[in-house]
């Protein structure tokens, strides 16, 4: 008889019919590729920007449409379509008993609270100009609104959905994180190069960071308390070290770096111009991979 099978041992003659049939079907079977496929194909709004996830339905921002598509995943039809303001293009989820979803309409100054329980447009609230991202905050039950045109964040109340304050930030606020532990929000500012941080229980800048050429991107990473910019201009990323918001490093990526997804040890950074994907090492803040994608990785 035999012990065992390793890979790259040879051929051992055995005396069970029944091993030598099983081994000769292995052989045989040719192997079965698990590529992804696309398994329908949904028709939206014009201009389709971003896709959230609440109550069981995806909920898509159509940028050129002036709507919000509402997707049933398990029969992938649109089960209904709401009007919000002009050029929807951010949202930011509120979780709760309903979920409440903001959808920050560019183009109108605006931002609209959807009811994601049945799918109703609530409110509409009005924040500073050319609203470009939105931010919930769990902690204190507020919403904040980078408002691009008007170098301001909008904070809203999620309990009645009015504006209770206005923070001045720098210019061109384009991102904006969340740091969970220390009750901090960060907002990149595109046309000044720094990172305005406000305190989430005064509503107010106590910090402004110099960063790289015009910071398009902002992440958090829990596992090491640091916040990572992607900054467009100067094809670096910055790390800030969130407990004395201080720059400990300044790590080359691609070309337009834009989009970043945290997934402890490493950090992603989309890059625009060069069609790449940086991979950062949480633990060394250096680039440890890069990988080739599509063209303009957003």
């Known amino acids: 008889m035999y012990s065992s099978l390793r890979a790259g ?21 040719p192997k079965v590729s698990l590529a992804d496929s696309v398994t329908a194909t949904v028709t939206v709004g014009s201009n389709p920007y971003g896709v959230t996830s609440a109550n069981g339905y995806l909920y898509v921002e159509n940028s050129g449409s002036n709507t919000v598509s509402v997707i049933d995943p398990s029969t992938n039809a649109v089960v209904d379509t709401l009007n919000v303001g002009i ?52 902690q204190n039950g507020e919403v904040y609104v980078a408002n691009y045109g008007s170098c301001t964040v909008s904070v809203i109340s999620d309990k009645n959905n009015t504006v209770v304050a206005t923070v001045y930030v720098g210019s061109n606020p384009d991102r904006i994180a969340n740091d969970w532990d220390n009750g901090n929000i960060y907002v990149a500012n595109y046309g000044s190069n720094t990172e305005s941080v406000i305190n989430g229980t005064t509503n107010t800048v106590v910090y402004t960071v110099n960063v790289g050429s015009q910071p398009d991107g902002d992440a958090y990473d829990h596992a090491n308390g640091y916040l990572y910019v992607a900054n467009n201009g100067s094809d670096t990323v910055s ?26 040890p490493y950090i992603y950074v989309a890059n625009f111009g060069s069609d790449t994907i940086s991979v950062i090492s949480g633990s060394t803040n250096t680039v440890v991979a890069t990988i080739t994608v599509g063209s303009n990785p957003y």
């Open 9 to 29: 041992d040879p051929l051992v003659r055995v005396s069970s019919v029944a091993i030598l049939l099983v081994l000769i079907l292995v052989l045989l079977t």
């Open 239 to 264: 790390v800030i070290d969130c407990s004395t918001n201080a720059v400990v490093a300044t790590v080359n990526v691609g070309t337009g770096p834009e989009r970043m997804v945290v997934n402890p």
């Open 87 to 138: 050029q929807p293009d951010a949202d930011a989820l509120v979780y709760g008993s309903p979920a409440y979803l903001y959808v920050a309409n560019y183009g109108s100054n605006t931002v609209s609270v959807i009811n994601t329980s049945n799918n109703t447009v609530i409110a509409t609230v009005n924040v500073g100009a050319n609203p470009d991202k939105a931010l919930s905050d769990i």
